[in-house]
């Protein structure tokens, strides 16, 4: 593969969409840097938005994948541009990408791209349709992988704890003034954020709908 008449190499399928989507989200936080760029997805009902975000492999594309059949509509995954100053988050709708495949329904529509490490599932198979304009941010959640496979937990954290981990999930800090520091402190004091680990898939989206009520 070339990009930029720079040549990268390439092995297997998993490092072509590796390579090409990191060149991808590059230029789109050049063009966009008055956005904070949060390693997470996106998912929206009633016109209002929730980031949900964590180290990779944590569970949080596969909690999109759920809840996009359960009444949410799809902003993002891997990546939502966050607006800091109106604290909105644009749609950035590419494939849904999941290190594993589901243990329950629904089952993934046989477009579905399986690579040597990650499965990716276009967009448009979706049931709900992905948004196109920027949806108001009405709390974020974090999801820490260290409970896997343990009962579910989660509650409310405070503005501080919430600009550690947006900071540490973050992808383009440099692009704003104080390395991000003083955006992260701004999102993290303005947006309700909340923790959770361990529990069931079914269980994570029934806690995250419930903070929409």
């Not at 820490?144 to 992808?171: F, M, P, T």
């Not at 692009?175 to 269980?203: F, K, Q, W």
């Amino acid at each position: 593969m070339s990009c930029e008449n720079t040549a990268i190499t390439c092995i297997d399928r998993y490092d072509l969409i590796y390579e090409f989507e990191k060149f991808i989200t590059e230029r789109v936080q050049l063009m966009r840097a008055n956005l904070f760029f949060v390693h997470g997805a996106a998912l929206s009902i009633a016109d209002r938005c929730v980031v949900i975000s964590g180290k990779s492999g944590c569970g949080k594309s596969s909690l999109a994948w759920f809840m996009t059949h359960n009444g949410f509509e799809y902003l993002s995954d891997e990546l939502s541009p966050v607006n800091p100053d109106f604290l909105h988050v644009e749609p950035y709708p590419h494939a849904l990408c999941m290190k594993n495949e589901p243990l329950t329904e629904p089952v993934l529509p046989e477009s579905t791209l399986f690579t040597e490490g990650t499965i990716h599932v276009p967009a448009f198979e979706l049931p709900a349709r992905a948004v196109e304009q920027a949806c108001p941010l009405s709390f974020l959640v974090f999801i820490d992988k260290g409970r896997h496979g343990q009962d579910l937990a989660w509650g409310r954290i405070g503005g501080a704890e919430s600009a550690a981990r947006l900071y540490s999930n973050g992808l383009n800090h440099l692009s704003h003034h104080g390395d991000g520091l003083p955006v992260v402190a701004s999102i993290g004091s303005r947006v309700p954020s909340y923790l959770m680990s361990g529990g069931t898939v079914e269980e994570r989206a029934q806690v995250v709908k419930s903070l929409f009520n």
